[in-house]
């Protein structure tokens, strides 16, 4: 041991050229040396060492498990691949690293460390779908102890709102943002040999923080992140620490195999309202672009014109009922309904059309769609008794799902938010 080390300071090998070293003073590297990040071919510059054949291994696993559909696992690495060019670049950023680590509050990590070890042994395997390489659970399952999960004491919207209140005065302060709840999902335990694929989240996934809720490790597992100098950064965590980021922009993943039993986490996620608490050095943009987008995607950007193709302007439902074509067409006034929480025309659509109540308009949308948009529970009950799909999205499968909808139009105070998240509604 020892005369290794000091041979390791002595000799100098021969292939170390002179390293860029990051702010943290580690010799560094940037995308696609420790996985494919902005190409699926690994960068010429090797200081890793030959990660060919992990990736190659990955990707075999992947299309064994998936065998009668090998190629969604390369469709969602070129998706993947896409969006991390794609997405960082088109968004605005609320601090200047993108990342730090904290301590979480400890009433947070009491609440989660509480809940976790109470339910341990409920934990339930995670389902994903299929072809998805964001974490190779083909050979290391990985499992969860769900926040919302009713049915576990003390889960639901009750503690994920303590969770999301604990940590909120955190994240505004670190960005100068007010915030509001956009997701969060978790406890996630990883098992050994697990590779998380770097990668950026999809909006409106924005101001972010994770928090170690336990672990059995051999050695540390790092997050790996993408500094603003295009640099990877080694990010370790004990259980209690909290890793802030800027998670639409900062690509992260954790592509070093897992060595030891398992890692517990959860992911909770905000956007900004568009209120400024603190100046910034730079000015920040509070109001929301051209029809609407939102303030952290930056006009004319790809992402922008991503936005605008799934968020096409809507017209208004009087224009729709006083054009001649539209009165003509039944799906207006299903649609009508649903949107103005019209209960008695829906129940006779549904007594007397039913083959309506599930109709797509020339955007995509169906009535569970516009009831969600309108806010009315009874509504989006009634159609889902009758049998819609709640996940379903706007856009033919691009656009909003319903439970964003919600959020965006009521927050996640709004009863129909409890009560599409109880029957597995989706973000
Ligand atoms: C935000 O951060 C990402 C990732 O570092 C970067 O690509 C992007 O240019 C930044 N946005 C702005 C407006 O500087
Ligand atoms: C991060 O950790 C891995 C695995 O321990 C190591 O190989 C790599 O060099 C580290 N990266 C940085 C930037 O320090």
Redesign the pocket.
Known sequence: MKLSLLASILIPVASAKQRVLNAFGEPSYGVDVSFPVHHITFAQDRPLGDRQKLYDDFMAGCRRHYSDNSQACDVTEEDRVEMSVRQ??S???YTST?FKKVQAPAHVFDLLSNYWNTHYDRREQEKWPRGDTYVNHWESPTFMVNVEETSLRGGGQNLKRKIWEGVRPILEEWTGMELEPSSMYGIRQYTEGAILSPHADRNPLITSCIINVAQDLEEDWPLEV???D?LAYNVTMKPGDMVLY?SH???HGRPFPMKGKYFANIFIHFQPTGKILREQNAPVVTSKGENGIPIYI?PNSPQAKKWLREHPPQISFRNVKESPAAAESPLSDVAHAAATGDIASMTHFVANQKHMLHMKDSNGWQPIHEAARGGHLDVVQLLVEHGADVNERTHFGDGQSVLELVLDTHGYDHPLFGYLEGIGAEL
């Open positions: 960082p670049a968004m605005r950023n993108g993408y500094g603003r295009g800027e922009s900062l690509i930056l």
